[in-house]
Structures are given as C-alpha cells and as structure tokens.
C-alpha cells in the first residue's frame, strides 16, 4: 500500500503528460495538413484564374483538416509569388482570420527559389493558438505553425484579379 502511494502521483504524472504531448503532437501534425492542403487546393487551378471567394472557399475548406481542433484559433493565408530579376514581389494573397500582405510588396523567400526567374510560387501559411486539453503541467498555450512554397500544377500561374 505504502509503494502504491508512493508511486501513484508520478504514474499520474507520466500519464497526463503524455496525454497532453500526444494531443499536441496531433494537433501540430494537423496544421500541417491543414497547410498543404490549402496550398494543395488552389495550386490545382487549371483555368489560370481565381476569384477571391473560391479562394476563400479553399481556406476555409482547409480548416476542415484540423477537425477535432477549433477552427476559430487558426490564421491560414495564401500568397501569390511572382519572382523576376532575383526578387519576389507579392502578386496577390487571402487570409482567414488573418490580415494578407499587400500585392506589389517583396516577400523573403528562400534563395534557392530566386533562381527560377520568371516563375510564379504559391505561399501557404497556418498558424494555430494550441491550448492543451488541460490545465496539468507546466505547458501553456503554444502558437503551432507551418509554411509550404509550391508551384501552381497545370498553369504557369494562378491570376486573382478581385484578390487586391
């Protein structure tokens, strides 16, 4: 009885902070998801143009992935890139619950991909507010997040004339 005793709060402990770091981990891996499919969703245009709300329709699409997780505490925003003469500009961007940048503005993008000059990359980005299932433990709120460059798929860019 007394080993019982002595051992049961460390067990508990063991035990909730596995639970709490599996939830976070799962939480973490569906931001992912939720990253490339709202890259995945619109890369597949294959008319060469997007109206701003099925852009929107598309970020919002995304959040599904994050099921059970709160859709409320997730910013998804997806960027058009155009690179030319080793700079990237910003050609058009939506976001969900989340401010977008301004067309005509130059974006950081890895120098890798300022060689491809002439070239159009689409920008995901999702971040998510992760509250642990419980008050246990030292972990507080954690800002979780991913970003995903990506080529549009069967056109050589993606026009969003009413995105501005």
Not at 47 to 54: K, P, V, W
Not at 63 to 71: E, F, G, K, S, W
Not at 128 to 156: C, E, V, W
Request: hydrophobic share 40%; charged share 15%.
């Amino acid at each position: 009885m007394i080993e019982f005793a002595l051992t049961l709060p460390v067990m508990l402990i063991l035990y909730l902070g596995g639970v709490q770091l599996q939830d976070g981990i799962a939480c973490n891996r569906k931001v992912t998801i939720a990253t490339r499919a709202a890259g995945d969703l619109i890369s597949q245009n294959t008319t060469g143009t997007i109206s701003a709300s099925e852009v929107d329709d598309d970020l919002q699409l995304a959040t599904q992935v994050l099921l059970p997780y709160a859709a409320s505490a997730a910013t998804i925003r997806v960027t058009e890139i155009a690179i030319a003469n080793g700079q990237a500009t910003v050609k058009w961007s939506r976001g969900l619950n989340t401010t977008r940048y301004n067309p005509g503005s130059r974006i950081t993008v890895p120098n890798e991909m300022l060689a491809y000059s002439s070239s159009y990359l689409l920008f995901a980005e999702v971040t998510y507010a992760y509250t642990p299932p419980s008050s246990f433990g030292a972990i507080g709120p954690l800002t979780l997040k991913d970003s995903l460059y990506m080529i549009p798929r069967n056109t050589d860019q993606i026009d969003c004339t009413d995105c501005q």
